[in-house]
């Protein structure tokens, strides 16, 4: 079966090549002959990929360890679903899943543009293909799934404790679909200057594919902010670790394109911009990748470094040099159509909104990569880690949370002192008044009073848009209560859905606020029925005991856990000795409510038979992962909108 | 010409101090939370832990790791306190035996003040820059041609500045015609 995987792999990368050659002969000779085949060829790589994948994950289920790849990351006490998520646990076995994706991409490209006869589509298509080039060599030559052992062991290495995770089933494809899925917004806009093509139809096809893959690059960072949270067993969800910044880089571009995008489209302006920012939200994505390889950087990430770093620094050399050197080439193309009428006005609003996004972005790229450059110039290591980032990133995100609010209720092309007086007074007395509530109550420090204020602040805006929008829909309509909501949102989807992603972004805000500055904190030895006291909670040691859970060795403290008078029940934080990699990983106890998580850690047990537990009250946490669901709701509301396509194709047809 | 604010706020109004009133509600028990943690926030242990690196190989804060060379690192810096030394003075006697990279974040000093100054010095770049842009996209102003992107009425939401009457107008064109198009 090796043979299979290894010839699929070679054929992927002739089939890669064969689909740039011949689209690009057939864009230059007009021929439909090579233009099919080449998007054919297309199909084939998605097939023979896939097949790829079956066959390893074959040999992974079943414990295969004459595959050197299985040998290093299964094991046979390893659970059947671990071993399953094993594909993406190394680096060949997560390089492969990259080419699926790619090439899944490529073919539901392909799909969903079967009915236009344009060679523009090729041209998008040659793209996807040139990248496919690129990924299919790396496997075929560079880092291969499918190497064999001329004496198979009898059992594998297993796999890394800290994988051992539910969430690490489905976290790393859902990060791939949005990392990978850019490369469509990215063919895009190559070929439109490739092709010299104006119009802005394919800029709302861009907005489209760029939506769905920041939706889930935001739902998988996120997931990852889980993992970590279950996971490292530190208290928290968000180290700044440099891969969980490769994977937010990306993510932030993309969000300021997807605001920037919208003045390309109603006021053709911001293209050669647009296009910057398509070309850097892809090369990100891809650094994260470089970054997660190459080893440069110590990241709790880095679970497959290699020598292949070099590749993908090469890559991103040679695709940024091309694409920057196209974008010049191509600069009256991208002209701006109309001119602005007033400093003061949405389009205003959304270019200081990217300039803070990409402020956000070259701080967490200068912070990721500084040590690097640091020790190269004097020679001395040095960290950059949460202490650097919570200091300069933290104000610039609370000046995109105020601009939140701001920018959607500023009228396009200009804003007059009644509009500003009537948007903006009646959030600015909401924020006020439920930062002047908080007062009393303890709420102190600048930065949390600042986040109370805009999170208050944008909601009042996110309600009066609604119940202004209600009010013109009972008017005419006479719908009544839910059904005005769900009418108003059905009859402009993207306008509404922005509004719900907005929403739950300000849930994170909220949420990070409450379970960051009022984090509560308590550790200490505990003799069995010795308790730990920490705010309404008290913990009680009923002592420690040690049991086997399938390929570990748990030590696990029981503690009875009470809230006042209100006994809530056990927890039991362990300790897990894993049998193959004799690693000791830590299992935290968590008990969730809406209001707060109650998060509890053994540190260990000590000589004297004591347990070291640690504990923290987590205010608010909740409301982190509620607001991505509901991020991941609007923006599903959003990409729901295709009635403006339709619209758009009409004038254009 | 701007016409008069809003002739008939209520809805937005009503609505907007009903929510002034439940995030008031909501926050309270955030901010009591505040008030609680304030002695949780002082230990000085944690705010000395919650700015160093584990020296191991792990690279966590030091404060939240749970690696036997984090748990040795957290009980120095707890016996050094009881000893009276200061932050400054545990900060300085780490650095001397592991060095620089134990700090969480670099010292403001040398070469490496420019990790702590570039991103502010490029925000303030780039909004100097989208401010001049700006100022020479609207002195270039031309008028719009009829029918152009842009152009008044082009699309939702664009067009004129517009008062709250003006927008309830709009919208009340676009309920009307769908619902024109629904009997239809």
Redesign the interface.
Known sequence: MSELGRLSILLAFLASCFAVGSIAWGLRTGMAGPLKSGRRAVWVVCGLTLLAIVILERALLARDFSFRYVAEHTSLDLPPMYAFSSLWAGQEGSLLLWLFVLSAYGAAFLWAYRKRIDPFYDAVAMVVAGVMVFFTSLLAFVSPPFRILATPPADGNGLNPLLQDPGMMIHPPILYTGYVGFIIPFAFGIAVLLMNRTGTRWIEEVRRWTLFCWMFLGFGVLLGARWAYVELGWGGYWGWDPVENASLMPWLVGTAFLHSVMVEQRRGMMKTWNVALIVLTFELSIFGTFLTRSGVLTSVHSFTESNIGPWFLGFILISSTIATALILYRKALLESENRLDAVVSREGSFLFNNVLFLALTFATFLGTTFPVVSEAVTGAKISVSAPFFNRVNVPIALALLLLTGAGPVLSWKRVTTSVLQRNFLIPAFVGLLATLVGFPFGLHGVYPIVCVFGAAFVIATIVMEFARGIQARKDVAETKGAMAVVSLVEKNKRRYGGYIVHFGMVMIFVGVLGSSVFQKEAHGPLQPGESLALGPYTLKLRGVENRPVANAQHTRAILDVTRGDKYLGPAYPAKAMYFKSQQPMTEIALRQTPAEDLYMILGGVNDDGSASIQAYINPLVSLIWVGGVVMVIGTLIALADRMRLKREEKLGA | M?????S??A??????VA??FL??GA????????????S?KK?PA?AIT??L?CPC?????L????C?TG?AMQGYVDREIKAGKSKDQIEASLVNQY????????KAK???L???V???L??AL??L???V???R??R???P?MPG???AAG???????????EQ??DA??E???A??KRFKE
């Open positions: 701007p016409r008069p604010i809003v008939r706020p809805p937005a109004f009503a609505a907007a929510l002034a995030l008031s926050l309270a028990p955030v901010s009591a939370l505040a008030n609680e943690s304030a949780g230990d944690r919650s700015q690196i190989s792990c690279g966590e804060i404060s939240g790791c749970t036997e748990k060095g620089e990279v134990i700090l969480g974040a670099p040398g070469f490496n420019l990790v702590w570039a991103p502010f490029a925000t780039g909004f820059i989208a401010s842009v700006l100022l996209w609207v270039r102003r031309a719009a152009a992107p842009g082009s699309d939702f939401g664009a067009g004129p500045s517009t008062t709250a927008d309830l919208l009340r676009r309920a009307e769908e619902l």
